[in-house]
C-alpha cells in the first residue's frame, strides 16, 4: 500500500491516510530503543510514543554521510510509462517485477501491472474497475494478489467524482481512501478467475505472502466493522478509519484467518521475514503523528520496536539473508525521506543509505539480494517512479559493523 503520511506536524491529524507536504505528495504513488511485548486479544500492545510538536531535526554526524554510491552503484529508472508508479515486488525467481501505476484513461486511481525484467513486456493484471494496491506475485503458482474495490457498486462513481475534482485544478493535500470495499483478491498470472479471499467488511489489503506461498500476512480494520463501538470509538472511525487496524495471517486461499496485534494506531505493512519465522511492520502512534519500525514472531509474540526517533519510519523490508533490514524514513527532516538500514534487533545504529535529492521510499530487494527497487521521486518531472540498482551486500555488512 502505497499512502499519505502525517509527518510530525502539530496541527494536523489523520483523516484516511496521513496528510502530506506539497513537496513529498508526487513520491507517494506511499538510537534504538528496544520494547518488547506479547499480543493478546484481552490487552492492547505497546506502541510507538508521540511527540508532541514538530521541530526541524539537525542531521546527526553518523548520518551526514555519502554512501548512496557504493550502495547503489547503477541506480536507473525502471518504469518510465504512467503518471507515477510504486510499491514494486519482485517474483520469487526475480525474472518479474508486479508494481501499481496510475495511467491515463477513464480510471484515474492506481492499476496493477506485472513487467517482463527481461524484456520490458507489461501486462496490467487487475480489472480496471475501482481502486487497487497492494499486489504480490505467488512464489511457487502462477497467480498474483492484490487489494481491490471493483466490486463496489459505487466504483464507477468513484472514478467519475475523483476525475472531476482532478479536472477542477483544486488544489488538496494527498489523501489515501480506507475504502471499506477493498479485499484481498487472487487471480490468474494473467488476471483471469479473480476470487476473493477476505470478502469482510473494512479495509483489507496490504498483503505478502509467505515465501513458500502457503500463508498471507495483511492489515485490516475488519474489527472496527464488525462489533458494536462505543461512542468515542465511533468518533474515532469517523476521523480516522485507519486507528483500528491491526495485522492479520491467513491460509493462502483465505481460510485460517488470526488476528496478530490489537494496538490503539495504525499497524501496517507487514512482510514476512526471509525464514518465516518472523514479522516485520510499521506502527503508527495512536495519534497518526509518527510511526516506528517493528518485528514479531510470526504468532504475534516477542514484538520488538527497532527505531525510535519519534518522526515517520516505515516500508521496512528484510534482506534476503536476513542479516539486515532498508526501511524509509524522514528522521532528516519532514520532506526528506531517505533509506536507512538496520539490524534486525535494533543492537546497532542504522546507517543511512540514500543521498540524492528527493524522496525516496518503498524499497525491495530482488530473492537474490543483488538488486534493490524503490520509488523515488529523482525525475526529471518530479513524479514518483519506480528504480532500481546494483546493491553492495557486502558494502552494507560493512557500514552495520556486521562482518
Known amino acids: ?240 478509519s485507519a486507528y483500528f487496524m491491526d495485522l492479520y495471517v491467513m491460509d493462502a486461499d483465505g481460510g485460517n484467518v488470526e488476528q496478530l496485534t490489537f494496538s490503539p494506531g495504525y499497524d501496517g505493512g507487514p512482510f514476512f521475514s526471509p525464514d518465516n519465522k518472523k514479522v516485520l511492520w510499521r506502527r503508527f502512534n495512536p495519534d497518526g503523528n509518527s510511526a516506528e519500525i517493528w518485528t514479531m514472531d510470526i504468532d504475534g509474540s516477542n514484538q520488538r520496536q527497532l527505531t525510535a526517533d519519534a518522526m515517520v519510519a516505515w516500508g521496512p523490508y528484510f534482506h534476503p539473508s536476513g542479516d539486515y533490514i532498508i526501511y524509509s524514513s524522514n528522521v532528516l527532516g519532514h520532506a526528506n525521506f531517505e533509506l536507512f538500514m538496520i539490524d534486525p534487533e535494533g543492537l546497532k545504529e542504522p546507517v543511512r543509505v540514500t543521498n540524492t535529492e528527493g524522496t525516496d521510499i518503498l524499497p525491495v530487494f530482488s530473492p537474490d539480494g543483488l538488486n534493490l527497487a524503490w520509488s523515488t521521486t529523482r525525475t526529471l518531472g518530479g513524479a514518483s517512479q519506480i528504480h532500481m540498482s546494483q546493491w553492495n551486500h557486502e558494502r552494507a555488512l560493512e557500514l552495520l559493523g556486521l562482518h
Open 1 to 240: 500500500m502505497i499512502f499519505n503520511i502525517e509527518l510530525n506536524l502539530p496541527t494536523t491529524k489523520l483523516n484516511r491516510k496521513p496528510v502530506v507536504p506539497a513537496t513529498i505528495v508526487s513520491a507517494l504513488v506511499l538510537s534504538a530503543c528496544l520494547i518488547s511485548g506479547s499480543a493478546k486479544a484481552q490487552e492492547a500492545d505497546g506502541y510507538s510514543g508521540a511527540s508532541p510538536s514538530y521541530s526541524e531535526p539537525v542531521i546527526p554526524e553518523i548520518w551526514d554521510t555519502q554512501y548512496e554510491s557504493e550502495l547503489l552503484p547503477t541506480t536507473k529508472q525502471l518504469i518510465t510509462t504512467g503518471l507515477r508508479s510504486g510499491e514494486g515486488y519482485f517474483s520469487a525467481d526475480g525474472s518479474q517485477l508486479i508494481f501499481q501505476s496510475e495511467v491515463p484513461g477513464d480510471n484515474p486511481f492506481y492499476q496493477i501491472y506485472v513487467r517482463d525484467l527481461a524484456s520490458g513486456i507489461t501486462n496490467q493484471v487487475s480489472p480496471g474497475i475501482g481502486l487497487t494496491t497492494c499486489s504480490w506475485i505467488h512464489p511457487t503458482d502462477a497467480k498474483v494478489m492484490f487489494s481491490s474495490t471493483h466490486e463496489d457498486p459505487d466504483a464507477y462513481a468513484k472514478q467519475a467524482e475523483e476525475i472531476a475534482i482532478r479536472k477542477s485544478g483544486v488544489e488538496r493535500p494527498y489523501g489515501w481512501d480506507y475504502d471499506t470495499a477493498y479485499d484481498i483478491y487472487q487471480a490468474n498470472s494473467d488476471g483471469s478467475n479473480i476470487i476473493n479471499l477476505t470478502k469482510s467488511l473494512g479495509y483489507d489489503a496490504e498483503g505478502s505472502y509467505s515465501t513458500d506461498g502457503s500463508k498471507i500476512l495483511f492489515a485490516s480494520n475488519r474489527d472496527a466493522y464488525s462489533r458494536t463501538l462505543s461512542i468515542a470509538e465511533n468518533k474515532l472511525l469517523e476521523d480516522d
